[in-house]
């Protein structure tokens, strides 16, 4: 699509510089996007994407630089107000819609507008519609609370809310990480309506770490690194490859399977986990990584979570757990919010260290520092709170709660959302060779490459499992098939 | 005749001792009531929060049980007003005592709070002619007994004015409230000659006066055991005198009584009224052998009573 | 780490800033001459509040909706049982202490059944508890006052070294649960909960344990505070625990634990239970009726609230 | 696939079961309450109550908790009984300026991120003084209109009952339906995304309060006109109680998840059970144990239901 540059840029960012203490969160970055352009921001953990995005809908404040609307006029006490009054609305990294609240009356929430005699219908209609539009056949009932939904229907619900409009026209849809809990047929269908909207003159800042869908859906693609913004090019000019290359990540290899030996027959399971519902008994040996897949919010989470409390104590805990989890929804499952990111990380491992029930604070701190290496967490001082940490630099500090644990079983739901692909191919390693060690990994997934990294997969529907591939058979058309219900030959 | 009628007794509180005797006391002299068929029931209903609201529900519940008459210790003289009439518009005869009711249709069984308050600071009149310091103690803030027996010792501080209360705590008629009350001002206050109580807070008073390693002035007592064996521990010892007053827990059985003899068919004048109990350096060993240990000081009254007391107030 | 530190630090400072101010504008009034008597009395009273204190302080740092309000018929309970078990006999005053010790146990495992087996919120289950409790006090003693055997209210009432002994308890047991909280594993494990329980139970916090030992905890130190309240007013009365209901979450809260969960703090309980028996105690010096010395309570308090919030900064 | 009852139906059905039968037992223990006369006197008193609850489940849905809401219907209804009795004019400017106050709580709890628990505890003092300087000793008298209020009977159906679903009307459609209803709860539920979508927290907070503050003020009329009278005291119990309304009612402490229906049907529940008690006749040193008992009980009640909804939605 032809972008016409000599319109007025929707929103206009210039010299950039934002301040967290010492972390410079953004470094004079410049940041531009016209009507009907859909721009990719893409860059490392704790580039400054998320950052960048707060300061264009006006919740955070600029140490230094300039914001200047379409208007061509610069704004001076730009917020949250003038950023909603230019039409511009924001999905967030963390899903941010009110819980208590159903699908319509989170859409009273988003639009002031909305109130007297009728509100409810019109919004519902409204949602409805749009819904309907972006992700035909999506099974939401927007009259039910969204804690009842499944994390891909919330995120489902934020993305339609936010491409609503009445009132003000929406000029600009920021989506910081929108398909990190939405599986491929989902995401698709959302890259298809950013198509249409772009079409009709809407902006779009979309932000990604799965570099396909970024260069898919994008006509620009601006790469940040470490608060600066390090290249602005056409899309048509990157490949994946050159892509990670400028976000100063090694170069991705393809994350291919390994090879194990063929496990005996009369082998043991380190975990069964029988369940009258399931076609397919779940079963897990000892150094395997099994794979859960199929479309997503079909009670994969569920059986990880079911499979944790199973071998983990409600009033007894033991020195050395048998299980360690890493939480995917980090908000609810995970961080410890007013904690530090040291404290988060060590909470499962603080057994080990324990004389007389004290904890040595040595110790926490050695490992503290071992892991902050391991895993590469973005922060000068892990004593700074956990969420001061940038989406995937927590996930990090969860993941190495987890690994570092003596724990045999790993369980792990959709862990890698919002992680970049550098730290994902680490990480990749890292379970490689923690596998080969005999530790067993059972491991979710909304990716389907993630998925084809494992050794053994449950494929899931409507909460039941219903097929298993083994080896060569793990393959994104065999999982595809028997998540649609199909016969696979 | 009145073997056919049902009595009930309302009562807002049981959380202190004061009020286990009056259900004791209830319970004693009603069984042998109904085991001899002058009553039909005679049954205790006590609330778990001393709050008029509440009181005002189990009022109007026990309207719905058909109860014959209800005697009332009440949490308020005046909130409990609007039940307390629906009582009577459905028939039931209302008997108030100790904490009485100001609504016109019930009667009310009254102690002299006014007169306990000020007959104390005439006993000290008598103690110390010369005169000197109080410190007062005060029961619970905002209730009606606790205004009165107030009322009463400043009215006895106006008529005997060589006495002045240099300090006034709340101890809401509690003695670990009061001893904490009492160790927070006495430091900050002069020379004590003596405490002026409500009842319940004597004890406290002692122990936090002693803590303090002052000298003991004369602290009027409130008839508990306690009270009156430490009374008679500091007798023995250095010849300590003091008096004990206050109204004897026993008076819910003149209450029952007296609603006996209205649902009877006896005229009985809505307004009655009742000493109170006082122990003096004379009776205090007496006082001291009938009392039970940790109780307080006690009388029951018969249907001679009731008859007497009815009789004085035509 | 420095900033954080600072952050904390002048949390609960304020509580003590504030008992500071309230001593001497007392102290004044009788130009200095109250001093010695007014501190003893003090940390005398002080110290009921805070063993009290400690127990709801562990409870709400289980997080929003936590909290105990069985503390008041727990203390009437155990002083009741257990000076009627003592029955003035010197030689049964440690047998006497463990029973009080074991009703706290018995009490908490019963709130924790409650809230675990029926799911009642906590602050509706320990109130339904309560009242139980309190009948069964009723029960056992009908509300007569047994008194404590000489040592032991000598004991309760005496000085060791200038301070009363009660706070020197207190003192001790504050040392115990600051190395629980701030040190041991299982404080950090209730911090966990009170944060976040779902993540803490998804990160091997073995939840239930946890939550349950937390409300025996409290329990257990409000059925010893009754035990030596008891001893100290010379018997156990059926009202005398009525006081600690809100005065265990006011010390809680002013001393600068969060009611959000997760955040506690043993050092503020001490200044906000001093500043607590202060208050009342300038107020009575200086003569307020009880309508202007309510309101004044009132405001202080919501006056050290606001002045600690000046220095809060939320991360 | 839906489930037979969505969460928000359900915390209305199971209070409202709870109710049912708690009714049928005590028709069944005292058949005289079935009449008219029986209905009004059972409930006539939990028409405050309700009130008070409404009150703090709007508190609750912006996820603090009110511990002043008795100390405040108390002082409401000094000031019925005495100025709005009087002088009409003066009286509704002081409660006016309590709104005011209530709401300038709101405020203040918000912007200086202060424990909401501790400002109601500080103001509850306050109240309770400004009450006690009101009537010193109880008394007052109930104006003439408010007493004809409370005491008509209209036909076929009680004051008490009508008054009820009154107010359960009313609050449902301020809270639930309403537009301002959405964005307070959205406030409980997650209060920085309703900022991120440019609305003022500290305004729809202070409405909130000063909302709240209005039901507890009207509370404290209803009161005085059934009442005739006051005093500084006299509902200081509905703290405790409108808490446990709410939470009987379906409503839980945080996330803005609350029902004013089923707030309504808990006050009634409440009422109820204290009448069901004295229906039993029980030895009076259990009858307060039995209270908590049966609080414990008719929580257990939403125990099964729930659990019963949860094996449906499985199946
Ligand atoms: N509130 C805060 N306090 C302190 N530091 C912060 C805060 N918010 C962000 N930062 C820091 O600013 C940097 C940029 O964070 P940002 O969230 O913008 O990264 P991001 O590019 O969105 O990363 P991700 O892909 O992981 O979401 C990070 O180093 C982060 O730790
Ligand atoms: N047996 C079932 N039949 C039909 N729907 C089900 C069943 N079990 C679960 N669901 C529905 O699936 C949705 C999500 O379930 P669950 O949380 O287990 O999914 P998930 O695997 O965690 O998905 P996500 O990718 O969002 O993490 C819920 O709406 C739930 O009602
Ligand atoms: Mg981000
Ligand atoms: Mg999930």
Partial sequence: MDTNMSERPVIEITGARKLFGAVKALDGADFAIAPGECVGLVGHNGAGKSTLVNVINGGLGLNEGQITLSSGQVSSDFSIRVARAQGIRCVFQELSLCPNLSVVENMRIAHSGLSGPGWRSQARSMVDELLDKIFPGHGIDSGRAVSELSIAQRQMAEIAIAFSSHGAPTALVILDEPTSSLDASRAEQLIAYVKTFNAAGGAVIFISHILGEVLDVSDRIVVMRDGKVVSDKPSSAFTVGSLVQAMGSVAAESAGRRTVAKRAVSEAPVIAFPRERDAVEFEAFKGELVGLAGLSGHGQTQLIVDLFMSVSGDWWARREPVAAFVAGDRIVDGVFPIWSILLNMTIAVLGRWQRFGLTDRAQEAEYGRTWHEKIGIRTPNLDHPILSLSGGNQQKALFARALGTSAPLVLMDDPMRGVDIGTKQDVYQMLREEADSGRTFIWYSTEMDEVCVCDRVYVFREGRIVRELEGDAVSEENILAASFGERVA | DTSDKRIALSNNYAGNSWRQAMLTSWELVTGEAVSVGVVAAADAFTTAENQATEQAAQIQNLILQGYDAIVLNAASPTALNGAVREACDAGVIVVSFDGIVTEPCAWRIAVEFREMGRVQVEYLAGRIPEGGNLLEIRGLAGVFVDDEISAGIHQGVAEFSQFQIVGSVHGDWAQDVAQRAVAGVLPSLPQIDAVVTQGGDGYGAAQAIAAAGRDMPIIIMGNRQDEIAWWKEQKDANGYETMSVSIAPGVSTLAFWVAQQILDGEDVPQDLVVPFLTITQDTLEEALETTPEGGVANVEYSLDDAKAVIAAAK | MTQLVSIYRSRWIWSFVAAAVVWTITVMFTGGASMVGLTQAAFTFAAFSIIVGLGQMFVITLGPGNVDLSIPATMTLSGTVALKFINVDASLIVPGFLIAAGIGLGVGLANYSLIKLLRIPPIIATLAMSFIIQSTAIWTNRGLRIRPPQPLSDFAVGFTFGLPNLAWVALLISALIYLLLEKSVFGRWVIAVGQNMRAARLAGIPVDGVRCLTYVLCAVLAAICGFFLASFSGGAALNMGAEYLLMSIAVVVIGGTSVAGGDSNVPGIWGASLFMFLVVSMLNTYGFDAGYRMIMTGIIIIGVIIAASSRTVRI | ?315
């Fill in chain 4, 1 to 315: 696939m839906k489930t037979l009852f969505s969460a928000d139906s359900l915390r209305i059905l199971v209070p409202a079961f709870s109710l049912a039968a708690l009714l049928a037992a005590v028709f069944y223990l005292q058949p005289r309450t079935m009449s008219y006369m029986g209905l009004n006197l059972m409930f006539n008193l939990a028409v405050p109550i309700a009130l008070a609850t409404i009150a703090q489940m709007l508190i609750i849905a912006v996820n603090d908790l009110d511990l002043s809401i008795g100390a405040f219907v108390s002082f409401a209804a000094c000031v019925t009984a005495t100025f709005l009795e009087s002088d009409p004019l003066i009286g509704l400017i002081i409660l006016a300026a309590a709104v005011g106050v209530y709401a300038l709580m709101g405020v203040v709890i918000y912007l200086r991120n202060l424990p909401a628990i501790v400002v109601t505890l500080g103001m509850s003092f306050v109240w309770s003084g400004l009450a006690v300087l009101l009537l010193p000793s109880p008394g007052g008298s109930a104006p003439e209109w408010i007493r004809a209020i409370m005491t008509s009977r209209p036909p076929f159906v009680p004051m008490a009952i009508i008054a009820s679903v009154l107010i359960a009307i009313v609050a449902h459609l301020i809270v639930m339906r309403s537009s301002f209803g959405v964005v307070m709860r959205g406030v409980g539920g997650n209060s920085r995304s309703v900022e991120r979508a440019g609305w003022s927290v500290v305004k729809v907070r202070a409405m909130t309060y000063a909302l709240a503050g209005t039901f507890a003020v009207i509370a404290g009329i209803v009161l005085v006109g059934l009442t005739t009278a006051a005093d500084a005291n006299i509902a200081l119990r509905y703290t405790l109680l409108s808490i446990a309304g709410v939470i009987l009612g379906g409503g839980e402490f945080v996330g803005g998840r609350v029902s004013p229906i089923g707030a309504v049907i808990g006050a009634l529940t409440l009422t109820l059970a204290a009448s069901f008690l004295s229906f039993l006749q029980i030895s009076p040193d259990w009858q307060i144990g039995v209270q908590g008992a049966i609080l414990i009980i008719v929580l257990a009640i939403r125990l099964l239901l729930n659990r019963r909804e949860r094996r449906e939605k499985r199946a």
